[in-house]
């Protein structure tokens, strides 16, 4: 007993300090990872979280210097850090609920009120803050404690070779004896569309694209569909060779969750089958974490910015008072942003000369944001501004979004079949390669999104491909023609479903003339 009333007494000592500001700096940005944690990695924070808390530690600082009263100024400074972290997220709400609204003079004139009347309430003589100490520790520290853990949650690491669906089709699988494995590429070329589609909704011929990949031996399917409307859904069935209502019991109309669905696409039924048949696993940072297959053998990813802002740290910015160092030239997260978009990109064109040179059978998973906003390219490959590309509620209007997802397209295009005349010259074994998007342009109608470009190189197999091929089939091709899979094809079939409930499906008809 005597030792629990000594780490009793001692805990009441601890809370009875007031470090419950220097917590308090800590949990905007955690929170924000926290709700973010499917889209970037945990590591995002690396820089917010010590600048936060050094903030933090300043205010606080500073109103002891001033007040000489470290409760006065533990309390004081704890509530200038949540009118100075909130900023942003009421200047998001207002703008949204009063689009066409001046906003900015008068929120800064309320803000600028509030903060002073929160110097008036923390300074009145009559009132003490050494008995709230204690109990504003606990609730800070509570606050860190569940974003912590939603952080860890989200973020934790894969456990080894596995399936993340219930019914995740995986096969015991008999290539030829004596025969080389060949390596498979697999891009995914975000939004990308059918040629039919690019001319009548653009004006835009791709005839040219389309005839180089024919004459390097590519089969372009001219009717292919999406199987769903977003990338999502769409990859978590096309690693998956099965329909996401068949896959897991979870991906029902009720549930709007993700987190099974990220992971059966980290570890999906593709995955899993070239892994066991001893291949060498590639994935590429995307800037989606949701996205990123970390644990593979080869992860590339580019070295973080030397200086300027991350997209989460932009993202961070705008969500507090500080927003308006943009506006002052100090900071310009788009352009970091589009910095980033463009160093992803150039990293998978610039490592396939080393990566097709590799003579251990290599399965590269390339997951390319493009044409896919945001536009980050000309038609030539010169560098743009995103920001140029959407309107002042950063919404893409029509005309723009057509202007730069076709300089994007353009530039892919040169950059695609440079590649494949890479690989194809550093295989000694004809590799597989599969270009396919997740889905069609935005901005188009429901069945018009469905329509994507779905282009195969199968040495020896074109003529088990057919016009209106759906990826949730690609895999099951590749494994029964090449590694002594049984997996008969499956109906091709679109759905589309609307946001938030991704498995709400409703069936889209291919009415593409074959």
């Given at each position: ?9 001692s ?15 800590l ?6 990872l926290?709700a973010?944690?499917?889209?970037v990695?945990a590591?995002?924070g690396?820089?917010?979280l010590?600048a ?12 002891w210097?001033?007040l000489?009263?470290?409760h ?15 900023y ?29 009347a ?21 609730v800070t ?10 952080i ?6 894969g ?13 015991e ?5 004596g ?14 569309t ?18 180089g990949?024919?004459q390097r ?6 009717c ?5 409307v ?7 069935s ?8 068949d ?33 060498q696993?590639?994935?590429y940072?995307?800037?989606?974490a ?19 802002l ?5 993202l ?5 008072l ?54 980050v ?16 509620k950063?919404v ?8 730069g ?12 079949l440079?590649?494949?005349d890479?690989?194809l010259?550093?295989?000694?074994t ?5 270009l ?40 099951r ?5 090449y590694?002594?899979g049984?997996?008969p094809?499956?109906e091709?079939t679109?759905y589309f479903?609307?946001v ?13 003339e074959?």
């Open positions: 007993m005597n030792k629990f009333n000594q780490i009793k007494s805990l009441g000592r601890w809370f009875a300090v007031p470090w419950y500001p220097l917590a308090f700096s949990y905007p940005a955690l929170a924000l926290s973010n944690i499917g889209q990695e590591g995002a690396i820089r917010v010590p936060s808390l050094a903030l933090g530690a300043l205010l606080y600082f500073i109103f210097i001033i000489r009263q470290v006065r100024a533990a309390f004081l400074a704890t509530l200038w850090m949540a009118l100075f972290f909130t942003g997220h009421a200047y998001n709400l207002i703008a949204e609920l009063v689009p066409d609204f001046n906003l900015t003079p008068w929120l800064l004139a309320g803000w600028a009120v509030l903060l002073l929160a110097i008036r309430w923390a300074t009145r003589p009559k009132l003490e803050f050494a008995s709230a100490a204690a109990g504003l520790n606990a520290l509570g606050l860190l404690i569940l974003s912590g853990g939603q860890l949650l989200g973020s934790r690491a456990d080894g070779q596995r399936v993340a669906a219930e019914f995740a089709p995986v096969q699988l008999n290539p030829p004896e025969q080389p494995l060949p390596d498979v590429y697999y891009f995914i070329l975000d939004s990308y059918r040629a039919d589609l690019l001319e009548s909704a653009y004006g835009y011929d791709n005839s040219e694209f389309i005839a990949l024919e031996g590519f089969y372009v399917a001219s292919a569909q999406s199987n769903y977003r990338t999502e859904i769409s990859l978590g096309s690693l998956n060779m099965l329909y996401l209502q896959l897991d019991p979870l991906f029902n109309p009720e549930n709007i969750g993700r987190t099974r669905l990220w992971d059966s696409l980290k570890h999906s039924a593709v995955r899993y089958n070239f892994e066991s048949l001893g291949y696993t590639v994935n940072a995307t800037g989606f949701w996205n990123e297959i970390r644990d593979v053998d080869i992860f590339y990813s580019p070295p973080p910015l030397s200086s300027g991350s997209e989460f740290e932009g961070f910015l705008r969500t507090t500080a927003r308006y160092a943009e506006n002052l030239g100090w900071v310009d997260s788009d352009a970091v942003m589009g910095q980033g978009f463009r160093d992803r990109f150039n990293l998978v064109f610039d490592s396939l000369d080393g990566l097709s040179s590799n003579p251990d059978p290599t399965f590269a998973y390339i997951h390319l944001i493009s044409p896919h906003p945001p536009f390219f000309g038609p030539d490959g010169q560098p743009t501004d995103p920001s140029d590309f959407w309107n002042a950063r893409y209007p029509g005309t723009l979004y057509a202007q997802y076709q300089n994007q397209l353009t530039y892919l295009n040169t950059k695609m440079a590649a494949i890479t690989i010259a550093n295989s000694d004809p590799p597989i390669i599969i396919q998007g997740d889905h069609g342009p935005w901005l188009q109608p429901k069945a018009k999104r469905m329509q994507i470009l779905n282009a195969y190189y199968l040495p020896g197999h074109t003529d088990a491909l057919y016009p209106d091929i759906t990826p949730v089939n690609t895999f091709l590749v494994f029964s023609l590694f002594g049984d997996y094809l499956l091709d679109a479903s609307p938030p409930r991704l498995y709400e499906f409703s069936e889209i008809p291919n009415d593409c074959k």
